[in-house]
């Protein structure tokens, strides 16, 4: 949808009512929780969850999120979470768009993953093993 | 104000805006994390905070939570979270309640507390020991 | 799997890990989240949505929830949330239950919720007709 | 504390232990909650609340975040919120920053705000004037 972004993979999400504010649409913050509901969950699909890296000893941490809200979601309603990976440095970056079910665009964020193993900031080694084909660039 | 509860301890809150939902008013589930604000609140006052009984392999964990709703708090309000301690056999009973500025009842909880020590169920000696002076009734 | 609770609406469930806190159980006030969505779904299920009532001018509010805390759910971890529901004078009572899905007791929780219509308390007979044949008792 | 920002209101906050996730550190959305606190903080003591401004007819949205994670908070920490407030065309930016007692760099946001009156954007000149002493820049 944004031709700009490889998503590899999507999950189909729907608002809870308790996430929606005074104003009637889903409070900023709670955007933040289904971004990395969608990373987690695509962790765990692509094989390697973030219980099984902190049971390693590896530690994924956020150090930058960039949010652009273009549309806010209200009561009931059902969006798709898509998610693209790519790399700055020695940065993960997950490219994570939300959109409604016809295709608008709700928020537009990046979201950049350091890498800690046993205390040490790394490259993720570990990790680009696992998800180095989910990649866009190497 | 409740004239069966002997409060021990109670502290000044403030409704933030994002616990109020889309019929502006707070979130029932958000009462909960007052009412547990307040217990840890208390716990670090009268000396044994939750960290600490953690790390000293003590664990409280909540048994049952009952909870009146008399009337909800809206955007911006200010309210005040009173907290009594009592026991039932081995468990402990917060009783809880929230009154708006005036006085007027907001919520009015019990929170029935069990002690694991090292994995098993005990009488909590180590909490009878630190708040002793608190309990209502031994 | 309760043998004296009738059920007539369950869902399948799972955990977020932004839901589990530093103990890594699921924080005990997500629970009633956890219940609120599985109401909500319900009514919407069985034709009346709370953004619906509302339009009408009715206004479902709680006015008291029982939990009991069976065992506690973790990261990831998958349940069911099942709904029953019962009067209690003019009180609706939902019976909800959330299981392990080895059908091993979660939560035990009884919500009462009072119907306002206009402003004032009723029977609520719009949701009676609405959900008469859902209910237990009549 | 960081030179390129002048702030103009600070709060003292406190986490609460809710706010905390399974690795032992404040949940990364939920810094937006404190953002989104502090804002509608300042905002009331500068004598304008989300409130009244909404009862006027004037919506401020958010359009996009920024936050660098510089180091997390845990279990009961004390922290101080600080703010600083500009102009980016017709947008207000709010320049976030927490840190810990210390003066250590928790987290470092751009909050981007359009103002919205009676469905459209506009420069938000009741705002302006609301605010205008305040501004870094005219």
């Avoid at 969850?49 to 273009?70: A, N, Q, W």
């Avoid at 009561?75 to 970056?93: D, I």
Wanted: glycine fraction near 8%; charge should be negative.
């Amino acid at each position: 949808m944004n031709k700009d972004r490889n998503y590899i993979f999507e999950m189909p999400m729907k608002v809870r009512d308790y996430e929606v504010d005074s104003e009637g649409i889903v409070n900023n913050a709670v955007y933040l929780h289904y971004l990395e509901h969608t990373r987690h969950e695509f962790c765990e699909w692509a094989g390697l969850s973030f219980r099984e890296m902190h049971s390693r000893g590896i530690d994924p941490v956020l150090s930058k999120v960039t949010v652009e809200y273009k549309h806010p979601l209200g009561l009931g309603q059902r969006f798709v979470s898509k998610l693209g990976l790519g790399r700055r440095g020695p940065l993960f970056v997950f490219r994570q768009d939300l959109f409604t079910e016809d295709g608008n665009p709700v928020v537009r964020a990046d979201v950049e993953v350091a890498c800690i193993e046993n205390g040490r900031l790394t490259r993720g080694l570990p990790l680009v093993e696992a998800f180095g084909k989910y990649l866009e660039e190497k």
